[in-house]
């Protein structure tokens, strides 16, 4: 590995700016970049669909080993705000940060940077491998849109690994929940509050004695539920008409995630009802969840080759959605990675070079035990 040309590697790429829904520039960058490194790259064209600067990028390298696994890895090209013209400074105490008015995009170009070292050192040594496709998405910070619409056909491999978690490298996520949201109105009826109240029925006190009687926050240890938004009425001489209410459950369980969903649903009917008013519930999955064991063949994969960089493997859930969810609903078992980042979504983010480094040879070792598993 070369220490020195994944730290410039990681550095040009985050001055690049990206902010998601403004991907054209870095996508057209990496492109140039895959292709020089022997890849067959393509854009789609879901930049059409979610309205993003570019689509995801799925580029194809031509394994040596006609029998190894075909893998694949994923990272994703956008960033959060402020995320404009950042500066990356290098200092002594081994961490990479922003200036400190930008994030620094170690989310995901920490990920991209080794994805790149590794196609150099492939190309370099030689090594044999199976295919491996590269999937840098668009869109993932504004809700994985990218992902989300990108066409399952074109992911070729048998299992792969999102190069995109916090947490020290080592760190493996196999279990993620599935997230729905919930859109609730609620009816009541309207009547002057001074003049002729008893003739209202306030959806607002509908919304809330709904709410009241709701278990929320943690269910258990899988499953999480709360209510985020809440908007009704016009003025204090008005009994309110209509509320409206989103909320979200997720779970590692799709059976639990229904069944709260379920309960809330039928509460605000209920509720809603029995106090002479109506409510409608409209439901969306948001992301599939995922639950892998760890006797799959891509988590024992991942462990090995964490031992092999003389880590110990950490096997973690996480509370949140990522491209990996959306590719692990796609039916490709996907694992997510951690990084080394730190403080993503800050100006405080920063990036240890150590866990650059780390992250590029576990990603090289990951190559190495999947060409393994074909003998
Ligand atoms: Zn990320």
Known sequence: MNKQRLLNEFLELVKIDSVTKN??????????????????????????????GAGNLIANLKGSNSAADPIY?????????????????????GYIYSDG????????????????????ILQEQGNEHGDIQFIITAGEESGLVGAKVMDSKLL????????????????????????????????????????????????ITLAAKSIAGMKLGRIDAETTANIGRFEGGKATNIVCEEAFILSEVRSINPDKMQQQMDLMIEKFASTSSTLG???????????????LSEDEQVVQVA???????????KLMTSGGGSDGNVFNGMGVPTVTL??????????????????????????????????????
């Open 23 to 52: 991907e054209r520039q870095i996508a057209d960058v990496l492109k140039v970049k895959l292709e020089a490194l022997g890849f067959d790259v393509t854009e789609d064209d879901t930049s059409e669909k979610t309205g993003h």
């Open 156 to 203: 070729k491999a048998k299992y792969g690994f999102a190069v995109d978690s916090d947490g020290k490298v080592g760190g493996i996520v196999t279990a993620a929940p599935y997230q729905s949201k919930l859109w609730t109105t609620i009816y009541g009826k309207t009547a002057h509050a001074g003049v002729a109240p008893e003739k209202g029925i306030s959806a």
């Open 303 to 313: 462990m090995q080759a964490i031992r092999n960089i003389g880590r110990e493997p």
């Open 73 to 93: 890895f994923t990272c994703h090209m956008d960033t959060v705000v402020p995320g404009q013209n950042i500066q990356p400074v290098v200092k002594e105490d």
């Open 338 to 375: 951690s990084v080394g980042y730190e403080e993503i979504h800050t100006k405080n983010e920063r990036m240890p070079v150590e866990e650059l480094n780390k992250l590029t040879e576990l990603l090289l070792e990951i190559v190495q035990q999947t060409s393994k598993t074909a003998d």
């Open 277 to 291: 008013g109506k409510a409608e519930t409209k439901t969306k999955l948001m992301y599939p969840g995922f639950n």
């Open 101 to 120: 008015t930008t994030i620094l995009g170690a989310d995901d170009k920490a990920g991209i940077a080794a994805l790149l070292e590794l196609a150099k």
